[in-house]
């Protein structure tokens, strides 16, 4: 299984920060290869949603339980159906200060394919730092 922590600094508040990447809703309008998002169910604690991924000849979807909890801004999202064995995504927004917020970010997956596993895992480093910038240039979008 494939696993990666990264940590990056963003110039926004920490509140701001976790609910842009809680709105999955919005995902197709700015992170790379992302089609659609179905939502399937919405609570106050979790959303189950379809993301459907498509870049080239790969058309994809991916179900997973999206777990948060806005007190202590910790998004966990728990994959459910789709192409992968196993994926773990854990986002954790820590205040710095008024305006500036720590991000960690661990992700951990494994798809069923072996062909697809090899793929991924060689553009692993450009696909995860290029979702990391998304989620970046999202918010000097939108709260600047």
């Known amino acids: 299984m494939k696993a990666s922590k990264q940590e990056v600094i963003i110039n926004h508040p920490a509140k701001s920060i976790y609910e842009i990447v809680l709105d999955i809703e919005k995902y197709p309008e700015f992170i790379p290869w992302?089609?659609?998002?179905?939502?399937?169910s919405k609570t106050k604690k979790n959303i189950i949603a379809d993301l459907i991924v498509q870049y080239n000849f790969f058309q994809k979807t991916f179900t997973?339980?999206?777990r948060f909890d806005s007190n202590n801004l910790i998004i966990d999202v728990i994959y459910i159906e789709g192409p992968l064995k196993n994926l773990h995504n854990h986002w954790k927004f820590e205040k710095i200060n008024d305006k500036m917020t720590k991000v960690l970010f661990e992700i951990k997956f494994e798809f069923n394919s072996i062909i697809y596993q090899k793929i991924t895992e060689?553009?692993?480093?450009?696909?995860?730092?290029?979702?990391?910038?998304?989620?970046?240039?999202r918010a000097d979008k939108i709260l600047n």
Do not use: E, G, T, W
Request: aromatic share 20%; hydrophobic share 55%; net charge positive.
């Open 34 to 40: 992302c089609s659609a998002v179905l939502i399937r």
């Open 64 to 66: 997973s339980d999206v």
């Open 122 to 137: 060689f553009f692993f480093d450009l696909i995860k730092n290029k979702m990391i910038f998304s989620f970046k240039k």
